[in-house]
């Protein structure tokens, strides 16, 4: 444990022995673009749960702050793109590469060494000066700007917007709490749809506002933490007129949020899927009116409002859609969504056709799942939402689990399609608990001798 056995102690004030400092094996640390060091046992673990195909891997981060891997594959399917990606998410930014190699050499000592860190976290490393904002064209990725509160250069409502005005198209899946966030982040999504249908099923009421916004504004709090994606919110009809947009949109930007998709009905709201054609849809220009009252409210040039237009879903029709989403897009909106209950996407791609590039078009194909991706992609959509299908599948699995625990009076027929309790502790953050545990805590003086003796005495 390099100098720890030979560590100075001191009594704190409640008696117990602590260390002045720790010296030696920094080395087992890598700093994240944020500050924080992230010990090798996270780093081991991200590699052992979330990279399948690898025998081992070494890391190394370099005296500028950018981390090199390199890796023994296993398996034709591992991919250094999404784990270069995925662990540069994990380093809060940091760049990676990744190199496959045939075999990695171990020291003399026969020793072989996880992670390596030149950096010295002490060092001075200004970041770069913030480009000045500019309106991006569709197909061009904004440039980056000074983020949102509590986010570093690049922030998560930077990060929505690029995969909106991309030019290929981006897929965002459905989360509803802070486990299945992390279960979206894990899976290599680039966003997360925080669906108000999947989050009042949660919460056990139905999707009509009857979860307030801010018991709403709390399970998101949860899914920011658990989470570096950005979040783009099903946040209904903004849950009232311009003044409850005004402010939803400055709680949203301070829990980190990326971004919010509002559609143009009445408050409350009922499912787009239950007697659609009964709902009245708000009056157009009342509508842009909260669009425009978001957009002068947000404090950054990143945050991201989408206008969703539900006229196909009333049965108002192809034309009264374009223009509506043309009112909305003279009102400021980022991008318009357009939603069907048809069970093919002849109207989405219709309405694409005539409304052309003024904007990003983002669909939800809920209803119409059979249509092929390849069809989304040919026209032009920036965006595709997979809207509901976390939490419909956990239903769908606790409703089979607890039917056959049941009936069966046991847990025999269940276990073996279970998520281990180990998988569970995992996904949680317990070893960074563990290693927050190691550094903040007392030092049992009995310890010290059993951790000078361990494997990296």
Known sequence: MGDLANAVLSTGEKGFAVLDSVAG????????????????ARIDAFFKYQVPGIRRFRL?????????????????????????????????????????????????????????????????????????????????APPVSSGQPGQGTASRGQSLRELIYRPEIGFIMEAHNGLSARVVEEAGFEAIWASGLSISAALGVRDSNEASW????????????????????DADTGYGNFNNVRRLVRKLEQRSIGGMCIEDKTFPKTNSFLRAETQPLADAHEFAGRISAGKDSQLSDDFVIIARVEA??????????????????????????????????????????????????????????????????????????????????????????????????????VEDRLAPLAEVFRIQGDAELAEAERRYLPVDPSALDSLADGPDA
């Open 214 to 233: 801010t018991q709403v504004l709390e399970v998101l709090e949860f899914m920011s933490d658990a989470s570096k994606l950005p979040i783009l919110v």
């Open 60 to 140: 190394r981060q370099k005296p500028d702050g950018a981390v090199k891997v390199v890796i023994e594959a296993d398996s034709a399917s591992f991919d250094s793109r999404l784990t270069s990606r995925k662990l540069s998410d994990l380093l809060d930014g940091r760049p990676v590469t990744v190199d496959v190699v045939d075999a990695i050499p171990t020291s003399a000592a026969g020793k072989h060494r996880l992670v390596v860190s030149d950096f010295d976290p002490a060092a001075s490393h200004p970041e770069p000066a913030a480009a000045p904002p500019a309106t991006p064209r569709l197909g061009e």
């Open 312 to 413: 196909l879903i009333a049965g108002w029709g192809m034309e009264e859609a374009l223009r509506r989403a043309e009112l909305y897009h003279e009102a400021g909106a980022d991008a318009i969504l357009i939603h069907t209950a048809s069970r093919a996407a002849d109207e989405m791609i219709e309405f694409k056709k005539e409304w052309g590039d003024r904007l990003p078009v983002v669909i939800v194909p809920t209803k119409y799942y059979a249509a092929p991706t390849e069809s989304f992609r040919q026209a032009g959509f920036a965006a595709v939402i997979w809207a509901n299908h976390l939490m419909r599948s956990s239903l769908a699995a606790m409703q089979r689990t607890a039917h056959q625990i049941f009936e069966e009076e046991s847990l025999l027929g």
């Open 25 to 40: 094996r920094l080395g087992d640390f890598v700093t994240t673009g944020s500050g924080t060091p992230l010990h090798l």
